[in-house]
């Protein structure tokens, strides 16, 4: 499995950016797509998950109502709307997946998922 992230920038406090992951490799239609961020000197972490299988969607307290998952199956490509973007949302951005367990329990942290892309980064300052 292959992903690959874009659509990071500079923004101002306020402003909105759609983050893409494109993935290829996947042998079946059940997996999950995360997306994690790691800002400087700050642990990795999960920002919001989604299902292939079934859609259910899952975000972490401090992105709910700001950031939106999505995914366009026939562009194999995953869609992190971020919108009402703050100072402390700025960190280099990656999607991963994982194709043994279900979504709720990646984003759980009940396992690591298995393939990681590079990260985009995102900047948040006026």
């Known amino acids: 499995v292959q992903l690959q992230a874009s659509g990071g920038g500079l923004v101002q406090p306020g402003g909105s950016l759609r983050l893409s992951c494109i993935t290829s490799g996947f042998t079946s239609d059940d997996y999950a797509i995360g997306w994690f961020r790691q800002a400087p000197g700050k642990e990795r972490e999960g920002v919001s998950c989604?299902?292939?299988?079934?859609?259910?969607?899952y975000y972490a307290d401090s992105v709910k109502g700001r950031f939106t998952i999505s995914s366009d199956n026939a562009k194999n490509t995953v869609y992190l709307q971020v919108t009402s973007l703050k100072p402390e949302d700025t960190a280099d951005y990656y999607c991963?997946?994982?194709?043994?367990?279900?979504?709720?329990?990646?984003?759980?942290?009940?396992?690591?998922?298995?393939?990681w892309g590079k990260g985009t980064q995102v900047t948040v300052s006026s």
């Open positions: 991963a997946a994982g194709e043994r367990y279900s979504a709720r329990y990646y984003f759980n942290g009940g396992a690591s998922m298995e393939s």
């Open positions: 989604i299902s292939n299988s079934d859609g259910s969607t």
